[in-house]
């Protein structure tokens, strides 16, 4: 039996990456391991909270125009 297993890759969101991109000035594949938490130190920590942070602002965003579309 072929127990063969697909890895499934995580996204990110690539105007959130843009920005951070544009705001720590260091390379998108570096803010990607940061996000994953495959890098440590105080930069990528700061990367990581900024991402979520922006990610919960785009989230809410999207549920407010949709609110508003509805009704």
């Known amino acids: 039996m072929d127990k063969s297993k697909t890895k ?3 996204s990110y969101d690539s105007n959130i990456l843009e920005a951070l991109f544009v705001k720590y000035g260091v390379s998108k594949y570096y803010i990607r391991q940061s996000i994953s938490g495959s ?8 990367i990581k909270k900024d991402y979520a942070t922006m990610e919960k602002a785009s ?8 609110q508003k579309t509805m009704g």
């Open 8 to 10: 499934i890759y995580k």
């Open 39 to 46: 890098v440590q130190g105080i930069t990528p920590d700061s």
């Open 59 to 66: 989230k809410d965003i999207v549920m407010l125009l949709i």
